[in-house]
T-cell receptor
Framework: KAGVTQTPRYLIKTRGQQVTLSCSPI?????VSWYQQTPGQGLQFLFE???????NKGNFPGRFSGRQFSNSRSEMNVSTLELGDSALYLC?????????????????FGPGTRLTVL | AQSVAQPEDQVNVAEGNPLTVKCTYS??????LFWYVQYPNRGLQFLLK??????LVKGSYGFEAEFNKSQTSFHLKKPSALVSDSALYFC????????????FGTGTKLQVIP
C-alpha cells in the first residue's frame, strides 16, 4: 500500500513569510500527527488531528496551525516565519490516536519536508 | 509535565553482541511507551510500543523492549546486533490522562562495529 506522502520535500522561505505543508496519510488512517525535528531541540510534537478535529497539541506558538480534511489529508501552516523555524517537519498517520490505539496499531511516518528560513 | 530521558547520546556495540538502549520516563497516569528508529537520510520508523499487558514487547527487526513500572524504564534490546542496526533511536511517551500528546527523548545514536 502507498505510504505517507509529504509535499513539498524541500522549501526555502524568507523571514516573515508563511508556508503551508501537506501530508497525505495511508488510506484508512484517520489520525495525522505533525512533528518538528531540529538538531538543537530534537523531535517535538506539534499537533494531532483525528477525524478533522485537533485532538492533541504540543507547546508551539499560535503561528503554527493545522487542519485536516474529510479525506484525512492534513495541512500545517506556519505564519510569520522565523529563522528558528528551519527544521525537518514530519507527519505520521495511524488508524487510531497515535498515543493510544491498540497494541497492534502502528504509526507510519512520511519522509518529511525540509524547511529552510533565510 | 511528562518527560523522557535517554541518558546515552551514543552507544557502541560489536556486531553479534547484545545491545541495550536505555530510556526512562516520567508521566502522570498510565504510560504509553514507544520506540522509533531513524536511519541516515530516511524517515522515522516505528519499532514497537507498550500500551498495556505483557511487560516484554516484541517489535520489528528483532527488537524488544521491557516495561519496568517500578524503575519507570523502557529499555530497548536486541540479542545480537547487526551493522545495519546502526541508526538514531528515539524513545517516546504519552499517557492515559490529559491530552495524550507524545513526548520524545533526545535520541541515542547506535553504532554497531563490524
Amino acid at each position: 500500500k502507498a505510504g505517507v506522502t509529504q509535499t513539498p520535500r524541500y522549501l526555502i522561505k524568507t523571514r516573515g513569510q508563511q508556508v503551508t505543508l501537506s501530508c497525505s496519510p495511508i488510506s484508512g488512517h484517520r489520525s495525522v500527527s505533525w512533528y518538528q525535528q531540529t538538531p538543537g531541540q530534537g523531535l517535538q510534537f506539534l499537533f494531532e488531528y483525528f477525524s478533522e478535529t485537533q485532538r492533541n497539541k504540543g507547546n508551539f506558538p499560535g503561528r503554527f496551525s493545522g487542519r485536516q480534511f474529510s479525506n484525512s489529508r492534513s495541512e500545517m501552516n506556519v505564519s510569520t516565519l522565523e529563522l528558528g523555524d528551519s527544521a525537518l517537519y514530519l507527519c505520521a498517520s495511524s488508524k487510531g490516536l497515535a498515543g493510544v490505539g491498540t497494541s497492534t496499531d502502528t504509526q507510519y511516518f512520511g519522509p518529511g519536508t525540509r524547511l529552510t528560513v533565510l | 509535565a511528562q518527560s523522557v530521558a535517554q541518558p546515552e547520546d551514543q552507544v557502541n556495540v560489536a556486531e553479534g553482541n547484545p545491545l541495550t538502549v536505555k530510556c526512562t520516563y516520567s508521566v502522570s497516569g498510565n504510560p504509553y511507551l514507544f520506540w522509533y528508529v531513524q536511519y541516515p537520510n530516511r524517515g522515522l520508523q516505528f519499532l514497537l510500543k507498550y500500551i498495556t499487558g505483557d511487560n516484554l514487547v516484541k517489535g520489528s527487526y528483532g527488537f524488544e523492549a521491557e516495561f519496568n513500572k517500578s524503575q519507570t524504564s523502557f529499555h530497548l534490546k536486541k540479542p545480537s546486533a547487526l551493522v545495519s542496526d546502526s541508526a538514531l533511536y528515539f524513545c517516546a511517551v504519552s499517557s492515559s490522562g490529559g491530552y495524550q500528546k507524545v513526548t520524545f527523548g533526545t535520541g541515542t545514536k547506535l553504532q554497531v562495529i563490524p
